[in-house]
């Protein structure tokens, strides 16, 4: 049965969006390609929002914005709000190791209820459910504020003002099987690298990356400070 909040009645479309790549052979019988279309739908609607409701803010900031919403955490964060957790149809590898609890699938599963929700009822309907689901988030952007989440919009502002220069990631490995795979990214500087990260996605293998890196450029700065105290 679908959860209450969500305004879809197709059963047989929300069990698609619900359902991970695990528990079925068939690839397209997953919820990958709903989580496709709706993060495209999901993307335009807030960058939509924020354009009409933040007139003053430059590229940059509308940016920045974007990506401190439409990003893991919030969208975990919402799946579990509307109990999407408890709807997940996974296969027993996933089950077993959490995978019902993991932020990357939660994230998908939200996109892919954004699709499906898209496709039964078009973009009024979608704009309203996007809007109503995120406006916490929305509401902390629209202060300036950044989204604890997201490691990788704070490295790009750290990289800007220390070096001007921007962050490039790169996944160097991926490994495991189709429907438990595991993401190892590097985040380089003028083809340094900085730091490795790995998760059960390329985002996740992004932010871990991104997240390390800080830690140790914060490291680099508290060190610097040491020393200088000692002369």
């Given at each position: 049965?679908?959860?209450?909040?969500?305004p879809l009645?197709?059963?047989e479309?929300?069990?698609l969006?619900v359902?991970h790549?695990?528990?079925?052979?068939?690839i397209t019988?997953?919820?990958?390609r709903?989580?496709?279309?709706?993060?495209?739908?999901l993307g335009?609607?807030?960058?939509?929002?924020?354009?009409?409701?933040?007139?003053?803010?430059d590229?940059?900031?509308?940016?920045?914005?974007?990506?401190?919403?439409?990003?893991e955490g919030?969208l975990?964060?919402?799946?579990?709000?509307?109990?999407l957790?408890?709807?997940?149809e996974l296969g027993?590898s996933?089950?077993?190791?959490g995978?019902?609890?993991?932020?990357?699938?939660?994230a998908?599963?939200?996109?892919?209820?954004?699709?499906?929700?898209?496709?039964?009822?078009?973009?009024?309907v979608v704009?309203?459910?996007?809007?109503?689901?995120?406006?916490?988030y929305?509401?902390?952007?629209?202060?300036?504020d950044?989204?604890?989440?997201?490691?990788k919009?704070?490295?790009?502002?750290?990289?800007?003002?220390?070096?001007k220069?921007?962050p490039v990631?790169?996944?160097?490995?991926?490994?495991?099987?189709?429907h438990?795979?595991?993401f190892t990214?590097?985040?380089t500087f003028?083809?340094?690298?900085i730091?490795?990260?790995?998760?059960?996605s390329k985002?996740?293998?992004?932010?871990?990356?991104?997240?390390l890196?800080?830690?140790?450029?914060?490291?680099?700065r508290?060190?610097?400070?040491?020393?200088?105290?000692?002369f």
């Amino acid at each position: 049965m679908i959860p209450k909040p969500i305004p879809l009645e197709n059963e047989e479309l929300f069990k698609l969006a619900v359902r991970h790549r695990s528990a079925t052979d068939k690839i397209t019988d997953s919820y990958e390609r709903l989580e496709f279309f709706g993060d495209s739908v999901l993307g335009l609607v807030i960058a939509e929002y924020l354009f009409e409701h933040h007139p003053d803010w430059d590229q940059g900031m509308l940016s920045k914005a974007k990506s401190s919403v439409v990003q893991e955490g919030p969208l975990a964060e919402a799946a579990l709000r509307l109990g999407l957790d408890k709807h997940l149809e996974l296969g027993l590898s996933e089950e077993t190791t959490g995978g019902r609890k993991r932020p990357s699938i939660l994230a998908d599963v939200f996109e892919a209820i954004v699709g499906g929700i898209y496709l039964e009822s078009g973009l009024e309907v979608v704009r309203w459910y996007i809007l109503e689901q995120l406006s916490p988030y929305l509401a902390q952007v629209s202060t300036g504020d950044v989204s604890p989440y997201d490691f990788k919009s704070k490295l790009q502002e750290v990289a800007q003002a220390l070096w001007k220069k921007t962050p490039v990631y790169r996944v160097v490995q991926e490994s495991g099987v189709p429907h438990d795979k595991k993401f190892t990214v590097q985040v380089t500087f003028d083809n340094e690298v900085i730091a490795e990260g790995s998760g059960r996605s390329k985002k996740e293998g992004e932010q871990a990356a991104a997240k390390l890196a800080l830690e140790m450029i914060e490291r680099s700065r508290r060190a610097r400070e040491l020393i200088d105290l000692d002369f």
